[in-house]
T-cell receptor, first 117, second 114 residues
Framework: AQKVTQAQTEISVVEKEDVTLDCVYE???????LFWYKQPPSGELVFLIR??????QNEISGRYSWNFQKSTSSFNFTITASQVVDSAVYFC??????????????FGTGTQLKVEL | DAGVIQSPRHEVTEMGQEVTLRCKPI?????LFWYRQTMMRGLELLIY????????DSGMPEDRFSAKMPNASFSTLKIQPSEPRDSAVYFC????????????FGPGTRLLVL
């Protein structure tokens, strides 16, 4: 069975601090994808990143960076110099075994990030 | 390009009434997903379609829920009769052809059953 664990329920930081959101996953698949989504207070789910299990290179996009470590089954997300606009719930997700086509995601429970002035 | 479109954005209804939620996936996408989000249960996959065919409906709570995808550009999720415990945000998502592709979510429908 697939599982995604986001142990941090809520994190509060002061603006400009760096913050890391943890994600640990379990899967028996040898090929899989990992995702991060952002859900701001307005409620929509915004795609942030998709990472292939064969690609362990860290990725950086502006103030966002992702650290994928297969050895520890982790896919952590760091926001550098956090801003109030980063306040949101962040979800980590894992792609599932595909039968009949398509893609089935298993989501973590989310981490609520609050960035205060 | 337009993203996933959902309607209505908000729905308030009384227990026992029929509710129909609608979704238009992104053009060219061939997989469509219905999710439900509540505080207690988080994000739950209800059903997903591939090429208009239901692939996995194991997440559909009970017979009161039904979903259809009559063509590649439209899907409905129907609840009949609705109950207060169905109150939630219902998301539709779509993804392009291919394995393990990214799912793009609509803005959601916030349903309140009184």
């Amino acid at each position: 069975a697939q599982k995604v664990t986001q142990a941090q329920t809520e994190i509060s930081v002061v603006e400009k601090e760096d913050v890391t959101l943890d994600c640990v996953y379990e899967t028996r698949d040898t090929t899989y994808y990992l995702f991060w989504y952002k859900q701001p207070p307005s409620g929509e789910l915004v795609f942030l990143i998709r990472r292939n299990s064969f690609d362990e290179q860290n990725e950086i996009s502006g103030r966002y960076s992702w650290n994928f470590q297969k050895s520890t089954s982790s896919f952590n997300f760091t926001i550098t110099a956090s801003q109030v606009v980063d306040s949101a719930v962040y979800f980590c997700a894992l792609s599932g075994i595909v039968t009949g086509g398509g893609n089935k995601l298993t989501f973590g429970t989310g981490t609520q990030l609050k960035v205060e002035l | 390009d337009a993203g996933v479109i959902q309607s209505p954005r908000h729905e308030v209804t009384e227990m026992g009434q029929e509710v129909t939620l609608r979704c238009k996936p992104i053009s060219g996408h061939n997989s469509l997903f219905w999710y439900r989000q509540t505080m207690m249960r988080g994000l739950e996959l209800l059903i997903y379609f591939n090429n208009n065919v239901p692939i996995d409906d194991s997440g559909m709570p009970e017979d009161r829920f039904s979903a259809k995808m009559p063509n590649a550009s439209f899907s409905t999720l129907k609840i009949q009769p609705s109950e207060p415990r169905d109150s939630a945000v219902y998301f539709c998502a779509s993804s392009p052809p291919g394995l393990r592709e990214t799912q793009y979510f609509g803005p959601g429908t916030r349903l309140l059953v009184l």
